[in-house]
């Protein structure tokens, strides 16, 4: 699955080529702010 990177004051956003799913959003601090779903 082909991901991309984009870098930008501070925050990183990667995207899935397929369906251009949003799958991670970052801080400067490197802290997730994308809730990932899950059993936790």
């Known amino acids: 699955m082909?991901?991309?990177t984009l870098h930008a004051d501070g925050m990183?956003?990667?995207i899935v080529?397929?369906?251009a799913e949003l799958v991670s959003l970052?801080?400067?601090d490197g802290t997730e702010l994308l809730?990932?779903?899950g059993p936790e």
């Open 26 to 28: 970052r801080d400067g």
């Open 2 to 4: 082909e991901q991309v």
């Open 12 to 14: 990183s956003a990667t």
């Open 35 to 37: 809730w990932q779903a």
């Open 17 to 19: 080529g397929q369906g």
